[in-house]
């Protein structure tokens, strides 16, 4: 698959590597795995000298042989001796670099804390002595974020304060997969929005059912539900390294979760656990989860719902993760008919989520969400306010567009509408048919 989208995160990486003719630059990249960080790192610098290191788990003197020939090769630096110590091959580079730029990209940075934590505080005073004298622009890249957070946002961390820019790589936006599915011959609204709902714009599922020929929701689902399909441990291979040995509490939530349990009561009494704690580290450390508020609540406000921000994780613990027992004794016809039969349930919450977003990139309004009040009542699916033009739209959203009565909307939103008088109010019936509308329009 050919690369797309990225232009304002290759322009902030071009930037950088033009001030590393001054002195080195450092960049942190990093986000969840399958999102295209490392192919980023490598098309910003595929137009100079770069190098580029992966971080495998191996002991260290192993490591710095495999990183010191890729150095050999790509360089013919000075004969040196044998290297046993990463920092080692830190300094080669930082030689190298003293008088032309070299964009190093390290991958998987955040596995020197299995293999020697050491290396960050040996980096940190290699950096601090030599940034002002050499041309390094380094890209650290890693994927486990709750590592990365600590390396370098943890003030305790000698990595701390080092970085010029931190970047956390996103999905693609909805247009971004829209040119994907349209080149490859599927540019419907249809498609497009299953793409959206069950991939979440990662790029490498994008590639993986691009070049399967199964970007249509039937060719997709038998894809995905098949012996061997990668997607079936994907989950897995996602986040037990995050969690560790707490990680099936953590599944069970997230399970509860993407089947609709989204208030911490409901989690609470399904597990029979106190779930705070576990509910602030899905959201704060591991940036899995987030609550939602009506648009008009207070900060703090104890009207709150959670939800999964990562639509595959979404559709994983709701379609693979809850029928396990099918997928391990290969009973994939059971989930293909589960599949079918509640997708279009489930799918019915990513639609807010997706208007949402198409409703962002209009430009247009500075504070966009949901509304309902105590006990779920009055539910309204999208609320959109431009405070400055004092413009408000109020909005149901159903894959059925036919489904939604507009004098229904507007019995519901007459609490909401007391918080904003002298708004000009519309209401609309929002589906399928209206994307293209909002796909058209804006930034």
């Known amino acids: 698959m050919k690369f797309y989208n990225r232009t304002d995160e290759l322009a902030e990486l071009a930037t950088l590597y033009e001030q590393s003719a001054d002195c080195g630059r450092m960049t942190v990249l990093t986000g969840r795995r399958r999102v295209g960080k490392t192919v980023m790192a490598l098309e910003s610098a595929k137009q100079h000298k770069h190098i580029y290191l992966f971080v495998s788990k191996k002991a260290e003197a192993l490591l710095c042989q495999e ?23 830190f300094l080669l580079l930082i030689e190298l670099s003293r008088t032309e730029r070299i964009t190093l990209i390290i991958d998987e ?22 940034k002002a004298t050499c041309k390094l622009n380094v890209i650290f890249i890693g994927s486990v974020h709750s590592l990365m957070y600590r390396i370098f946002q943890d003030q305790k961390e000698p990595l701390f304060g ?17 040119e994907v599915t349209s080149d490859y011959n599927h540019p419907d609204i249809q498609t497009l929005f299953d793409v959206y709902a069950i991939t979440g714009g990662l790029p490498k599922y994008l590639e993986l059912l691009a070049e399967n020929k199964a970007l249509p929701r039937t060719e997709l689902f038998d894809f995905m539900f098949k012996p061997f399909s990668p997607f079936l441990n994907e989950g897995k291979n996602l986040l037990i390294e995050e969690f560790g040995r707490d990680y099936g509490t953590y599944f069970s939530i997230l399970e509860l979760i993407a089947s609709g349990k989204t208030a911490r009561s409901e989690i609470e009494s ?20 987030d609550r939602h508020r009506p648009i008009t609540a207070k900060p703090g406000g104890r009207l709150q719902k959670y939800y999964i921000r990562d639509n595959f994780l979404s559709f994983w613990f709701r379609f693979i993760y809850r029928n396990l027992s099918a997928v391990e004794t290969g009973n994939f016809d059971y989930i293909r008919q589960i599949a079918n039969r509640d997708y279009t349930t489930w799918a019915g919450r990513i ?5 949402h977003e198409l409703f962002a ?14 006990g779920n009542k009055n539910e309204i699916d999208l609320v959109a306010a431009n405070d400055l033009t004092k413009e408000l739209v109020v909005a149901e959203i159903k894959l059925n567009r036919d489904k939604i009565n507009l004098a229904e909307l507007q019995q519901k939103a007459r609490n909401l509408c007391m918080e904003f008088q002298g708004y000009t109010i519309s209401y609309k019936a929002l589906g399928l048919e209206d994307v293209a509308e909002y796909l058209a329009t804006g930034t």
């Open 270 to 289: 399904v597990l029979e656990i106190h779930s705070g704690a576990y509910l602030a580290k899905l959201e704060g450390e591991y940036v899995l989860i």
């Open 109 to 130: 940075f955040q596995e020197f804390f299995s293999i020697n934590p050491a290396v960050y505080s040996e980096l940190q005073g290699i950096w601090d002595r030599n």
């Open 162 to 178: 080092r970085a010029d820019r931190i970047m956390f790589l996103k999905p693609f936006s909805i247009r971004s997969i829209h």
């Open 361 to 374: 990139h209009t430009g247009s309004y500075n504070r966009i969400g949901s509304y309902w009040e105590r």
């Open 67 to 89: 990183h010191l020939e890729e150095i050999r090769r790509l360089f013919s630096p000075p004969v040196v001796g044998e290297i046993r110590h990463f920092r080692d091959i």
């Open 351 to 355: 639609l807010e989520r997706f208007f």
